[in-house]
C-alpha cells in the first residue's frame, strides 16, 4: 500500500533553456559538439599536465622514486576524489552547466600557477644531471607546486562528474532512438576528445621537452580559454536541469530511518503502508523508479507504522525516520553497482602504472629516432590513447555496421563483456610490462650505463594494451554506471566512476610503500623506490599487479559479472531492471 500525493512539477520546470523565446528544440547532437569541443579542448590542458607530470617533476624539480610515484598518484587520486564534492555541488547547488564552468575556470588558474613554476626558476630546486645525486625543493616551492596542483585537482573536481552528465541530458533516454544515441555518445565522448589529445600532444609533450616547459605549459593554458570560449557559444543549445539536491543526505536518512525501524518483520504477511509521494518521481522524464526486490531491508525506512509519522500536508515529520519508496531505491541503486564498481579498481591501477614506471622506464632506455631527436618519454602515453581511439573506430565505424547488415540485428558488445575483456588486457599489460621491464634493466646492467640500450618502442605494446583496457572496462563501466543509475544522478554517476580511478590511485600508492617497507627490510636493497630503476626490482612489482588482476578476475566471473545487465536487460524508460534469478 503507498500513499502520499501533490501536485507533479511541470514540464517547464524540468527543463529550463537561457533562452525561452527560442523556436529551436535544445538539446540532441546540435548541443552536443559544443560539449565535446569543450571537454576536448579542457582534456587537451589537462592531460598535457597529467601525460607529462612525471617527466617534469623528475627534470625540474629533481624528484625520483618512491616520493615521484607517490606525488603523482596521490594527486591523481585527489583529482578524481574531488568529483564527490562537485557531484554535490552540481546537485545540490549550481546544475551541471555552471559547476562545469566554474571547474574549468579554477583548472585554468591551476595551469596557469604552473606556467609560472616553469617560468621563474626561483620557484624550482637547481637544475640537475638524471644520474646525479640532487638537491631537493624547499618546502616553499613545493608548496606554490602543490598549490597549483590543488587547483587544477579542484576544477576536476567540478570538470569530471558533470561532463558526461551534462552530455547525457541531453538525450531523450524514454526513446529507443534516444538511447541508442546515449550509448554512441558514450564512445564518440572518449574517441573525439582523445583524437584532439592525440594531435595535440605529440606537438605539446614535444615543445614541453624539448624546447620550453614555459611555451609547453603556456599552450594548455591557450587552450582552457578555447575550453570555455565554446561551451559558453553553445549555452542556448542546451537542456538545463534543475539542481534537485544531494542524494547523499538521502542515503544517510534512509540507512538510519531502516535501522530505526529494524524490529519490523516485512516477512510477517502483513499489507504494510508505505510512504510514496505521487510528486517523488525522476523530475527529469516525470516517472519513478522501478522496485526491485533486492536490499529489502531498505524497504523498512518506507514502512508508515504510526500515521503521527506525517504532518496534515502529508509530510514525514522526522525525515530520518521516515523515507519515501524512491528514496530507497535510489540507495538500492547504488548499492547494487557496488560489487561491479569494485571489479573496476582492478582494471584502474593497471593503467596508473604507465603513466608513472611506464615513463620512469621510458626516461632510462634508448630514444633515439637518429643522431638529432630523441622521442620524448610523455608520448608513449599517446600510444594509450591511440588504440582506445582506433578500437572505438574500428567498433563504430565497421565492425557495428557490418554485423548488423550480416546478422540482421544489433551485435555490439554487452557491457558484461567489455568489462570482463578489459580486466583480462589488465592482466596481459602487466605480464608483458614485466618481461620488457627484466629485458630492459639487463641490458643496462650488462653495458653498465644509466639507460639501458633496449630502444623504447618495446615499451609499445605494453602501452597498447593499457589503451585498450580503457577502451574495454573504462568505457564500459561509465555505461554501466550511467545506466544504472537513473537520471536524476547522473552526476553521482560520474563521481563514481572517477571514485574508483581515485582508489585505485591510492591503492597503486599503497601497494608502492607496502613493497618499498617489505622488500627493504634486513639491509636489502628495496624493489622500488631508487632514483635508478637498474638497481630496482620494478618486473617484479609487475607481475604481482598480474597477480593482483588474476584474482579480480576471478571476482568479476564468478561474483561482480552477474550484477551487469546482460543483453536486452534494459527496460522501458532507460531504467535496468536486473534478472534477479541469476543472483
Known amino acids: 500500500?503507498?500513499?502520499?500525493?501533490?501536485?507533479?512539477?511541470?514540464?517547464?520546470?524540468?527543463?529550463?533553456?537561457?533562452?525561452?523565446?527560442?523556436?529551436?528544440?535544445?538539446?540532441?547532437?546540435?548541443?552536443?559538439?559544443?560539449?565535446?569541443?569543450?571537454e576536448s579542448f579542457e582534456k587537451l590542458a589537462s592531460m598535457s599536465l597529467v601525460a607529462n607530470i612525471t617527466v617534469y617533476?623528475?627534470?625540474?624539480?629533481?624528484?625520483?622514486?618512491?616520493?615521484?610515484?607517490?606525488?603523482?598518484?596521490?594527486?591523481?587520486?585527489?583529482?578524481?576524489?574531488?568529483?564527490?564534492?562537485?557531484?554535490?555541488?552540481?546537485?545540490?547547488?549550481?546544475?551541471?552547466?555552471?559547476?562545469?564552468?566554474?571547474?574549468?575556470?579554477?583548472?585554468?588558474l591551476g595551469m596557469a600557477a604552473m606556467t609560472l613554476t616553469a617560468t621563474i626558476s626561483e620557484l624550482r630546486p637547481p637544475f640537475c644531471q638524471e644520474d646525479s645525486i640532487c638537491a631537493q625543493p624547499h618546502k616553499w616551492q613545493l608548496a606554490f607546486l602543490f598549490s597549483a596542483l590543488g587547483l587544477i585537482a579542484i576544477g576536476a573536481g567540478g570538470i569530471r562528474p558533470c561532463n558526461i552528465a551534462f552530455g547525457a541530458d541531453q538525450f531523450d533516454t524514454n526513446t529507443e532512438k534516444g538511447r541508442?544515441?546515449?550509448?554512441?555518445?558514450?564512445?564518440?565522448?572518449?574517441?573525439?576528445?582523445?583524437?584532439?589529445?592525440?594531435?595535440?600532444?605529440?606537438?605539446?609533450?614535444?615543445?614541453?621537452?624539448?624546447?620550453?616547459?614555459?611555451?609547453?605549459?603556456a599552450i594548455p593554458?591557450?587552450?582552457?580559454?578555447?575550453?570555455?570560449?565554446?561551451?559558453?557559444?553553445?549555452?542556448?543549445?542546451?537542456?538545463?536541469?534543475?539542481?534537485?539536491?544531494?542524494?547523499?543526505?538521502?542515503?544517510?536518512?534512509?540507512?538510519?530511518?531502516?535501522?530505526?525501524?529494524?524490529?519490523?518483520?516485512?516477512?510477517?504477511?502483513?499489507?504494510?503502508?508505505?510512504?510514496?509521494?505521487?510528486?517523488?518521481?525522476?523530475?527529469?522524464?516525470?516517472?519513478?523508479?522501478?522496485?526491485?526486490?533486492?536490499?529489502?531491508?531498505?524497504?523498512?525506512?518506507?514502512?508508515?507504522?504510526?500515521?503521527?509519522?506525517l504532518d496534515p500536508q502529508g509530510f514525514p515529520v522526522?525525515?530520518?525516520?521516515?523515507?519515501?519508496?524512491?528514496?530507497?531505491?535510489?540507495?538500492?541503486?547504488?548499492?547494487?553497482?557496488?560489487?561491479?564498481?569494485?571489479?573496476?579498481?582492478g582494471c584502474f591501477v593497471v593503467m596508473d602504472q604507465q603513466s608513472t614506471f611506464g615513463v620512469l622506464q621510458a626516461i632510462q632506455m634508448n630514444r633515439s629516432i637518429n643522431s638529432d631527436f630523441k622521442i620524448p618519454p610523455g608520448w608513449m602515453g599517446i600510444t594509450s590513447m591511440l588504440a582506445l581511439s582506433i578500437w572505438i573506430l574500428l567498433y563504430e565505424q565497421i565492425y557495428i555496421p557490418k554485423a548488423r547488415k550480416i546478422l540482421k540485428r544489433d551485435s555490439r558488445l554487452t557491457m558484461q563483456q567489455r568489462i570482463f575483456i578489459g580486466i583480462v588486457l589488465?592482466?596481459?599489460?602487466?605480464?608483458?610490462?614485466?618481461?620488457?621491464?627484466?629485458?630492459?634493466?639487463?641490458?643496462?646492467?650488462?653495458?653498465?650505463?644509466?639507460?639501458?640500450?633496449?630502444?623504447?618502442?618495446?615499451?609499445?605494446?605494453?602501452?597498447?594494451?593499457?589503451?585498450?583496457?580503457?577502451a574495454f572496462a573504462a568505457v564500459g563501466l561509465m555505461e554501466f554506471f550511467t545506466i544504472q543509475l537513473p537520471e536524476s544522478m547522473r552526476s553521482v554517476a560520474g563521481s563514481i566512476f572517477f571514485l574508483s580511478l581515485s582508489v585505485a590511485s591510492y591503492l597503486s600508492s599503497l601497494i608502492v610503500n607496502i613493497m618499498h617497507s617489505v622488500t627493504g627490510q634486513g639491509g636489502e636493497k628495496p624493489w622500488l623506490g631508487g632514483h635508478d630503476l637498474n638497481v630496482n626490482k620494478l618486473d617484479n612489482y609487475y607481475y604481482i599487479i598480474a597477480g593482483l588482476?588474476?584474482?579480480?578476475?576471478?571476482?568479476?566471473?564468478?561474483?561482480?559479472?552477474?550484477?551487469?545487465?546482460?543483453?536486452?536487460?534494459?527496460?522501458?524508460?532507460?531504467?535496468?531492471?536486473?534478472?534477479t534469478s541469476r543472483v
Request: charged content about 20%; aromatic content about 10%.
Open 1 to 38: 500500500m503507498e500513499i502520499g500525493s501533490r501536485n507533479s512539477p511541470s514540464a517547464e520546470e524540468a527543463h529550463l533553456s537561457p533562452s525561452e523565446s527560442n523556436s529551436k528544440k535544445p538539446g540532441g547532437w546540435k548541443a552536443i559538439k559544443y560539449i565535446l569541443g569543450n
Open 549 to 579: 588482476g588474476v584474482i579480480n578476475l576471478m571476482y568479476f566471473t564468478f561474483f561482480a559479472r552477474k550484477y551487469v545487465p546482460f543483453g536486452e536487460d534494459v527496460k522501458e524508460g532507460g531504467e535496468v531492471q536486473m534478472n
Open 221 to 309: 593554458t591557450a587552450c582552457l580559454v578555447t575550453s570555455i570560449t565554446i561551451f559558453l557559444i553553445g549555452r542556448n543549445t542546451y537542456i538545463y536541469r534543475k539542481p534537485q539536491g544531494t542524494v547523499f543526505v538521502d542515503m544517510a536518512r534512509v540507512a538510519m530511518a531502516a535501522y530505526r525501524k529494524r524490529k519490523i518483520n516485512l516477512k510477517s504477511g502483513n499489507e504494510h503502508c508505505y510512504y510514496d509521494p505521487a510528486e517523488e518521481v525522476d523530475h527529469l522524464q516525470d516517472r519513478k523508479l522501478i522496485r526491485i526486490n533486492r536490499f529489502k531491508y531498505l524497504d523498512k525506512a518506507a514502512v508508515i507504522i504510526d500515521p503521527n509519522e
Open 318 to 345: 522526522d525525515k530520518w525516520r521516515l523515507c519515501s519508496v524512491q528514496q530507497v531505491e535510489k540507495l538500492k541503486c547504488l548499492l547494487k553497482i557496488v560489487p561491479v564498481w569494485v571489479a573496476g579498481i
Open 57 to 108: 617533476l623528475r627534470t625540474k624539480y629533481n624528484l625520483s622514486g618512491i616520493i615521484l610515484v607517490n606525488v603523482v598518484t596521490i594527486w591523481s587520486g585527489t583529482s578524481n576524489i574531488s568529483t564527490i564534492g562537485g557531484a554535490i555541488i552540481s546537485d545540490v547547488y549550481l546544475g551541471r552547466f555552471l559547476t562545469l564552468l566554474l571547474g574549468t575556470i579554477c583548472t585554468l
Open 426 to 470: 589488465s592482466i596481459l599489460c602487466m605480464i608483458v610490462a614485466g618481461t620488457v621491464e627484466r629485458k630492459r634493466r639487463s641490458m643496462a646492467l650488462k653495458e653498465g650505463s644509466y639507460a639501458s640500450p633496449l630502444h623504447v618502442a618495446v615499451l609499445l605494446p605494453q602501452f597498447i594494451l593499457s589503451g585498450l583496457t580503457e
Open 180 to 217: 541508442a544515441q546515449l550509448e554512441s555518445f558514450f564512445n564518440w565522448w572518449y574517441f573525439s576528445f582523445t583524437i584532439a589529445l592525440v594531435i595535440a600532444l605529440t606537438g605539446v609533450i614535444y615543445v614541453q621537452t624539448n624546447i620550453s616547459w614555459i611555451i609547453g605549459f
